[in-house]
């Protein structure tokens, strides 16, 4: 299945799953409603829009997440580099940079970084 990024309120919803998983589905109403001042039916539009993106598993009304915070940040992170920066890390670091500059401890880990992943 091809990886669809996410919309800012369903990485906010799947990070309040995170952050409380496993969450029974009544739970996970009342935490949107806090968090986000939501309505019942819009909390399970969210978590059913998940489960189609195959996001989360909702099982005898638990909720958890399928991916890992990490997993999916790297998804989105390379799914932005690839839609948007044409595959180029370098063009994505030039534009999130941009004016910017970073301190030598800052270029030092980023060179450590770079050098960890290296073929």
Known sequence: MEYKSLGTMEYRFLSLIWDNEPVSSAQLVQLCHEQFEWKKSTTYTMLKRLQEKG?????????????????????????????????????????????????????????????????
């Open 55 to 119: 996001l989360v598993a909702n099982n005898s009304s638990v909720v958890n997440s399928l991916f890992s915070r990490k997993e999916i940040l790297a998804r989105e992170s390379e799914s932005v580099i690839s839609n948007t920066f044409k595959g180029s890390l370098p063009s994505f670091i030039a534009a999130f940079l941009g004016d910017k500059t970073i301190s030598e401890d800052e270029a030092e880990e980023l060179k450590k970084l770079i050098d960890s992943y290296r073929r």
